[in-house]
């Protein structure tokens, strides 16, 4: 009859049908849960690499101030450190260049004689300059001696090329620079000037306080050239007053 159907092999009954749907839902929650969880721990991943990266920002952030400060403070201090060092080395090595030269004698007017040697020059100077009798000159004992190439002013030469003078012994050199401050001064004979021998640069403060000191003598006042450790001063005071102190020149 036609009202009474029967169910067929596909036909689901509504008890299985709500069975499967529960199962479905549990399966479904379980994934959601576990997609859930996978979430959570995303977040709580990109929560810690937030903290991370804030507590690199703020290391970075220190580091840079205490670069700034390292550059402010302690690089000016090793600035001034290898400044005072190498300041301190040169005026060392410059001291021992003096030491080296203290048996110098520079000689400034000696006449050249093509006939003698530098060695006779010398003797003979000492002799008509200095009045070393001639049977003692020989007892100066001269390690060396030669003439400096003298700069030429305008192309001409000005005087005879000096000669330097190394001795053997202190004393004699001591001696003879003695006998040139407090010799006489010949109008006749212009005398053979004799001065210490000094480092380049210092040599050349000397020679311009010498220029300064003729300007200053001629205004009648009586100067003095000196050499206190690295530096080269002159000091001036009115020739009236013999006893009175010495001027420092500032320039």
């Known amino acids: 009859m036609a009202g009474n159907t029967k169910d067929g092999p596909d036909t689901v009954s509504n008890a299985e ?39 690199l920002e703020e290391k970075i952030t220190r580091d840079s101030e205490q670069t700034n400060e390292l550059a402010q403070e302690t690089v000016p201090n090793i600035e ?7 300041q301190d080395i040169e005026k ?8 080296d030269r203290k048996l110098n004698l520079l000689f400034y007017g000696a006449e050249e004689k093509k006939d003698k040697t530098i060695y006779e020059v010398v003797r003979n100077f000492l002799i008509t300059d200095f009045n070393v009798p001639q049977a003692d ?7 060396n001696a030669h003439r400096l190439p003298r700069r030429n002013y305008g192309g001409q030469r000005k005087g005879p090329d000096p000669i330097i003078v190394r001795f053997g012994h202190l004393p004699d050199r ?23 021998d000094l480092p380049a640069e210092m040599k050349r403060k000397r020679g311009m306080l010498a220029a300064e000191a003729k ?4 205004e009648g006042r009586v100067t003095r ?6 530096e080269v001063i002159m000091e001036h005071r009115a020739k009236e007053q013999r006893q009175g102190p010495w001027v420092k020149y500032s320039g």
């Open 80 to 86: 001034k450190r290898l400044t005072d060092l190498k």
């Open 225 to 230: 050239i000196k050499v206190i450790g690295t």
């Open 92 to 99: 060392k090595l410059l001291l021992s260049e003096i030491h």
């Open 215 to 218: 300007k200053l003598r001629r």
């Open 137 to 143: 000159v020989y007892d100066f004992y001269i390690v």
């Open 174 to 196: 001591n001696w003879i620079l003695e006998q040139a401050k407090n010799r006489s001064y010949v109008p006749e004979r212009k005398p053979v000037m004799v001065y210490t």
């Open 17 to 55: 049908l709500k069975t499967i749907m529960l199962r479905l839902e549990s399966t479904l929650n379980k994934r959601m849960d576990k997609l859930q969880s996978q979430v959570n721990k995303l977040n709580q991943s990109v929560s810690t690499n937030e903290e991370t990266i804030r507590t």
